[in-house]
Each structure stands twice: as structure tokens, then as C-alpha cells.
């Protein structure tokens, strides 16, 4: 049997739980038994409580068996692993699989399929198409081809990607940047390292479509420290794109020339925030500057830039390939196309669900999620990382989108849903928000500098018990207040959200009694 192909993430979410020694187990049982079989080392498909997940190629399409152990290896072979049979682990066609099945992967249609650095991978499942299209276009007409597919950015803001790129595109400069944020740093998020480790061609791509789309000419990609694997990748594809000639001069054949760079952040979470991140670029201490200007006008080294996060830039090969109506033909109202949902924290089926706009919160945690992991019943969710508000289960019909999440005082953020069983102490939670918020602070302005502070201080004394309840309350409304209209960036701006919705949804948790003990949900 020469024809073997078994297929193994290479993953950091499944390198975590023995996919490498799997894969090693897998080699050496095909050598015991004269096989000379491919191992396919992939990225995730997302489904991270059945990792690591083998995949095998069979008549019958790709078999996966999850999840699975080095001990398990050799029985599995002599089970019939290679031809897909029968065994307590096997999963079946991964495509059947209900998590899979229900999604709509846009985004992420190649992880854990394609080997990422194949460029022949890549191009076979319709790569560099969008591309293609975009050199043959003027910049204008693709700037308006992602205005109209209503794309908005996924890394917090929600802010039109076409209306930016516009912007940039007639700013006056004598030289433009494409930057991607890439410094995923929110609780219960890992979209963009899943898609860099799985699919880094397709942000190569997007990055060359946005640079042609505004006369970009060099782009950075800002990667936080703590990605070691996502980093390794991006360099390699990077490498490999360059030496194909869809990075350099004349990208993809055309008279565009467009190359990038890594650049590697420092561990600082307010380097998130795009003008902070613009100073660490520049070799600066990350501080958050005053707007306006806006970086589309006055961005990195002084000149019009462009700074969007991973899945906005990811998505832009997809709008370019098949047109503007056919990715604003998803979602609802004013949130068109699909989100990447991170399921996280107290789940039993954590993971990466792509997913048109609209679907609520309630068939998100309960449905697909499954609820708790621990099978106590969920409390309460954090959407939008460490700066979103909680929501209990009184408000699970929220649709996920935008303006719904606004409405309630919300966030959809960078999609990362975090899940707490009924042992979470929500006092506890509001003070983590504040603490955070002070222990990240840049310390440029002074009310997230020392509001953040003074409200870790109230919250203790509210867990305590100590003084007026009510006063310490009005105190940390008033600091909030402040907060959220006096902070220069969203760090101070956004965490008065955990914190009053800690506040107005869980008010028995602020009573002068002795605080719950903090459960398994708790980040």
C-alpha cells in the first residue's frame, strides 16, 4: 500500500494534547507494517474536544477518528485505520459531523484541510482567485467591491473595511502601509492564530488585494510574542509567496509591487489598540495616540495606513473571488457576511464555529456549545474578550450581530464567547475586569490610568464588606462613567462593560456576604 495519506493538525490547540506524538506513533506503526504512507500535517478544523483528530483519505473522502492518543495508534491500524473502518473512535466524514455541518466557512474553508504550506493546496482550492481578479481592477473598483459587500472589521470596532480602505486610498502620501493586527490577546480567542497556523496564504492574499486596492507598497504583520507556532508559519508562507511571485515586485504578474514583514509585539495587551500598535512598529514604547489624525490619514512613519485585524484581511479574498453580493448575501441587517465564533471556558464543545450573523446566544452556548463542561448550569457569558459584557441567560435571544449586541449594552468584539457555570463569582469577575484594566493600562491618560486603580480598591471593599454598599456602588458607576468617556482608547473605554453588566444582571453577588468561591468557569 503506497497510496496512504493520513492527515494530522499541526495546530498549537492540538499540539497541546499530543499531535505530534500521534504522528510520530503513526510513522512508526506504517514503517512496522511496510507502508509507506504521507502524513499530512494541517491546520485545525476547529473542533479542539476532539483533538488531536487523524484524518485518513478513503474512497468514501477523508474518515476522522478523535480524539486520539499515541496508545491508540497501533490499535487503530489493526482495526483498519488506512481503509476507514469501524473502531470506538472513529467520527465518521468530518463534513457529516453536526458541528461542521451547521457552519458557513467562508473564512475558514481551508483549516484543516490543505497542508498551509502548500502553495499547490492553496491555488487547487481556489487560492489566489481574488487576487487575480483584483490586479486586473482599478484600486477604486476594489475598494467599492468591499464596500458593498458590507464587510466590517472583526477585530473589535465593527468599522466598515471598504469606508477605511477609501479613506486611505485618497489620502495624500508619498508612501502607504497595509498593517494586520495580528495581536490576538482577548480572553477566549484564537481565531487569527488558528488561521495563520492553517491558512496563512489567504492573508498573504488579502494583504495583497488591500495593498493594490489603496497603492500600498510595503505591509507589516504584528504578531503577539506568545504565537511562536502562528509566527513560524507566517514567515515560511511569506517566503514561499515571495519566491512564487505574489509577494515583491510585480505581484501575481501585474505592476503592482507589494512585499511584507513580521514584526513580533512584546507581550503588551494595549498594543492591540491600533495606534499603540503603530508606535511598537516604529520601535517605541506601545502608546495609544490622540485621534484625529487617523491612521488612514497619518498612520505608520507619518503616512496613510491601513491597520486591520486578521479575519477582515482573511475575508477579502473570498469578496474579490465571488463578488461583493455573494458575501453580503449572509448575515443580517447591517452585520453582513459570517463571524468565526471562538467557543471558550466552561464548554463542552470548545472551538472555532463560522457562522452567518443572527444566530442567538442561547443555540451558540446551549446548542452547539453543548453548555458547561462541568454540567452545571451556565450563569453567565463574556462575549467580546476581557473588556465585553456579561450576559445571563435572561438576555440568550440576543441574535449575534452588531447592533443586537449594542442594544444590550454589548459587544461583539472579536467573537470569542467565554462560559461560566453557576459558581462564578461575578464580584470577582468585575474586579478582574478593573485589575486588568490597570495592570494593561499604557498609563497615557489618566482615567484608565488611575480609575482602573481606584476601582479595583471599591470592588475589594465591596468584597469585603467593608463601608456603604450603596456609596462604594455609585462610586464605581461614577469611575465608569469617566472611564468610558474620558479614555483615549478602548482599554479604559470598554471596561466599564464587564463591570456594570457584572453589576446590573448579578446584583446579589455584590451584597455584603461572603463571596462565592470562584468556579471551573472563571478565566
Known sequence: MTDVRLFVPRDAGALAVGA??????????????????????????????????????????????????????????????????AHPLRLGRPEDMPFLKRQTRLTFARCGIIDPLSLADYGASGGWRGLERAVA?????????????????????GFPTGVKWRTALQAP??????????????SGTFADRMLMEGDPFVLIEGMAIAAI?????????????????????????????????????????????FDLELRVGAGAYVCGEETALLDSIEGRRGQVRAKPPLPA?????????????????????????????????????????TMPIQLAGNVRHGGLFETAFGVTLGELVDDIGGGTASGRPVRAVQVGGPLGAYFPRALFDTPFDYEAFA?????????????????????????????FCAVESCGKCTPCRIGSTR???????????????????????????????????????????PVMSAIRHFPEDFAAVPARAVGAGTP
Open 407 to 435: 442594544a444590550r449594552d454589548g459587544l461583539v468584539g472579536h467573537g470569542g464567547i467565554v462560559v461560566f457555570d453557576d459558581t462564578v463569582d461575578m464580584a470577582r469577575q468585575a474586579r478582574f475586569a478593573m485589575e
Open 137 to 157: 481592477m482599478t484600486g477604486l473598483d476594489v475598494v467599492e467591491t468591499v464596500v458593498r459587500s458590507g464587510l466590517r472589521g472583526r477585530g473589535g470596532a
Open 455 to 497: 476601582g479595583t480598591e471599591v470592588i475589594d471593599r465591596i468584597i469585603r464588606g467593608e463601608g456603604d454598599r450603596a456609596a462604594h456602588l455609585a462610586l464605581i458607576a461614577d469611575l465608569c462613567e469617566t472611564l468610558k468617556f474620558g479614555s483615549l482608547c478602548a482599554l479604559g473605554g470598554f471596561t466599564p462593560y
Open 297 to 337: 490619514h497619518h498612520g505608520l512613519f507619518g503616512q496613510p495606513t491601513v491597520i486591520n485585524n486578521v479575519l477582515s484581511l482573511a475575508a477579502v479574498p473570498f469578496i474579490l473571488a465571488e463578488g461583493a453580493a455573494a458575501y453580503a448575501d449572509f448575515g443580517v441587517g447591517k452585520s453582513r457576511g
Open 20 to 85: 505530534d506524538e500521534v504522528a510520530a506513533a503513526l510513522r512508526a506503526g506504517l514503517a512496522k507494517r511496510g507502508i509507506a504512507g504521507e502524513i499530512v500535517r494541517t491546520g485545525s478544523r476547529g473542533l479542539y474536544w476532539l483533538e488531536p483528530m487523524v484524518e485518513v483519505a478513503t474512497a468514501a473522502g477523508r474518515i476522522a477518528y478523535g480524539p486520539t492518543t499515541p496508545a491508540d495508534v497501533e490499535a487503530l491500524l489493526d482495526a483498519g485505520l488506512l481503509s476507514g473502518a
Open 173 to 186: 502620501g508619498a508612501r502607504k502601509f497595509i498593517v494586520c493586527n495580528a495581536d490576538e490577546g482577548d
Open 213 to 257: 486596492a489603496v497603492g500600498a507598497s510595503k505591509g507589516f504583520v504584528y504578531i503577539r510574542s506568545e504565537y511562536p507556532h502562528a509566527i513560524e508559519t507566517m514567515r515560511q508562507a511569506i517566503d514561499v509567496a515571495r519566491r512564487a511571485g505574489y509577494l515583491g515586485a510585480g505581484i501575481a504578474g501585474s505592476p503592482h509591487a
